[in-house]
């Protein structure tokens, strides 16, 4: 992948994390622009696993391309598959992977519905 010049570096940093985890067959994926809002980090990128399994194959998807596209592995790390739920942070860019019952209950895109959307359509 090239790297846009007319983005800047969060956000093509939120859209190969975005394009890994559609890779992977995540769904229902968000970005949300909270660079605005917050000072944890500019983008979260929400993403749906159906299964523990595929939560844990867009966790490690998303973490293989930003390691060769970026150099660059997460700062922190936590949550497990089996419990529903991963959280990658990369400074700039927080990455939420749910199973659906998580997803529903956390709700981050309630809570942050005032961050803007970044459109992101899905190849797979």
């Keep these: 992948m090239t790297h846009s010049p007319y983005l800047d570096p969060a956000t ?17 994926i968000l970005l949300l622009r909270v660079a605005e809002i917050s000072y ?31 150099h660059q592995r997460p700062r922190h790390q936590e949550g497990s598959p089996e419990g ?11 990455v939420h992977i749910f199973l659906p019952r998580e997803r529903a209950f956390y709700d981050l895109e309630r809570f942050w519905a005032h961050a803007e959307r970044l459109a992101f359509a899905p190849v797979s």
Aim: net charge negative.
């Design 12 to 28: 093509q940093l939120a859209l190969t994390i975005a394009r890994a985890a559609d890779e992977r067959k995540g769904q229902d």
């Design 40 to 70: 944890l980090a500019d983008y979260f990128v929400l993403v749906t696993g159906l299964s523990p399994t595929q939560v844990r194959a867009i966790a490690r998807g998303i973490e293989e391309r930003v390691a060769e596209q970026w």
């Design 84 to 94: 529903g739920w991963v959280l990658q942070d990369y400074g700039d860019v927080i």
